[in-house]
C-alpha cells in the first residue's frame, strides 16, 4: 500500500472528515461505495450527491464509447454499463423528487447524452455501429415507414366518409319509396338515421337499382352492342390492402420489363 493511500485511511484523517461532516455538512463521497438501495438515503442532499456520481461515471464511460481500440464485446459491455448507470440515476431521480420533496431533475434539459433508444435499450457511441443494432435500427425504419402509410391510408378514407356523410342520404340507399315526393329532401345521417337503414328493408326499385341498370346497360353498349350476349365479362379486382406507391414503381417495372422482352423476342 502507498504512502497516500495510507494517509488517507489513517485514523486521524477519518476523524478529520467525521467532524467536519458534523459540523460543517461537508463530506466527501468519493471515499464511500454509492448505496445500491436508493430508498436507504433519507437526506435530499446526500441523494443529489449520489446522483452527480453516477452523472460523472456515465460521462467517463461515454468518452470510453469513442476509444477506436475497443472491440465489439468491450463495447456491448461498456454499453450494458451505461444503461443499467441510466437506469440508476432515473432511480435517484424519483426518490429525490417524490420521496425526498427534492428538485424534479425530470425536466433537466443540461444532460443531453442520452443515446439512440432501439427496441426499449440505449446505444451510444460506436456501439451504433455493431450488427445487430444496425438491424435493429433497419427494423425501426421499416416499422414507422409501414405505421406512417397506414396512418395516411385511415386518414384518406376518415375523409372519404366524412364527404359521404355529407352528400349521400337515405334515398342514396334506396330506403325512401319513389312516390313520396315530400321525403325526397336531402337528410342529414345522424345516430337514428343509420339504425333505421340497418333494421329497414330497402324498397324493391330505388334510385340506387336504376343507376346501376343504366350503368350496365351503358357497358354492354360498349362491349358490342346493347343487350349483347358475348359481352366481355368485367372483373373487378378485389384487394385486401390497397397498394401503396411501392407497389405501384414495382409493378411498372416489371411491366416495362415484360414489353420490352417481347419486343426483343426475348
Same mark, same amino acid.
Given at each position: 500500500m502507498s504512502r497516500n493511500v495510507d494517509k488517507a485511511n489513517s485514523v486521524l484523517v477519518r476523524f478529520? %472528515?467525521?467532524? =467536519?461532516?458534523? &459540523?460543517?455538512?461537508?463530506? @466527501?463521497?468519493?471515499?464511500?461505495? +454509492?448505496p445500491t438501495?436508493?430508498?436507504s438515503v433519507s437526506k435530499s442532499q446526500e441523494a443529489q450527491q449520489w446522483r452527480r456520481q453516477v452523472i460523472s461515471d456515465i460521462n467517463t464511460r461515454l468518452t470510453r464509447m469513442h476509444d477506436? *481500440?475497443? &472491440?465489439?464485446?468491450?463495447?456491448?459491455?461498456?454499453n450494458d454499463e451505461l444503461n443499467d448507470l441510466f437506469s440508476e440515476k432515473a432511480r435517484w431521480e +424519483?426518490?429525490?423528487?417524490? &420521496?425526498?420533496k427534492g428538485p424534479d431533475f425530470s425536466r433537466d434539459k443540461s444532460f443531453?447524452?442520452?443515446?439512440?433508444?432501439?427496441?426499449?435499450?440505449?446505444y451510444f457511441g460506436r456501439a451504433l455501429a455493431l450488427p445487430e443494432v444496425q438491424q435493429l435500427a433497419k427494423n425501426a =425504419?421499416?416499422?414507422?415507414k409501414k405505421s406512417q402509410s397506414a396512418r395516411q391510408r385511415q386518414k384518406t378514407l376518415q375523409d372519404r366518409v366524412r364527404v359521404w356523410k355529407k352528400s349521400l342520404g337515405p334515398e342514396y340507399y334506396g330506403f325512401v319509396p319513389e312516390d313520396s315526393a315530400s321525403l325526397r329532401v336531402p337528410l342529414h345521417l345522424t345516430v337514428e338515421t343509420v339504425k333505421e337503414i340497418l333494421t329497414s328493408k330497402p324498397a324493391s326499385? *330505388?334510385?340506387?337499382?336504376?343507376?346501376?341498370?343504366?350503368?350496365?346497360?351503358?357497358?354492354?353498349?360498349e362491349a358490342g352492342g346493347q343487350g349483347s350476349v358475348m359481352a366481355p365479362k368485367r372483373i373487378i379486382p378485389q384487394f385486401s390492402q390497397l397498394p401503396?406507391?411501392? @407497389?405501384?414503381? %414495382?409493378?411498372?417495372?416489371?411491366r416495362r420489363k415484360s414489353q420490352l422482352q417481347r419486343q426483343l423476342n426475348l
Open positions: 478529520q %472528515e467525521l467532524e =467536519a461532516e458534523k &459540523n460543517g455538512g461537508y463530506k @466527501d463521497y468519493t471515499r464511500f461505495k +454509492r438501495r436508493v430508498g477506436p *481500440s475497443l &472491440n465489439e464485446f468491450q463495447l456491448r459491455e461498456l +424519483r426518490h429525490i423528487h417524490r &420521496n425526498l443531453k447524452h442520452t443515446g439512440t433508444v432501439l427496441d426499449g435499450r440505449r =425504419a421499416d416499422w414507422r326499385r *330505388s334510385h340506387f337499382c336504376q343507376l346501376e341498370e343504366d350503368k350496365t346497360q351503358e357497358l354492354q353498349a401503396d406507391l411501392k @407497389d405501384m414503381e %414495382e409493378w411498372l417495372v416489371q
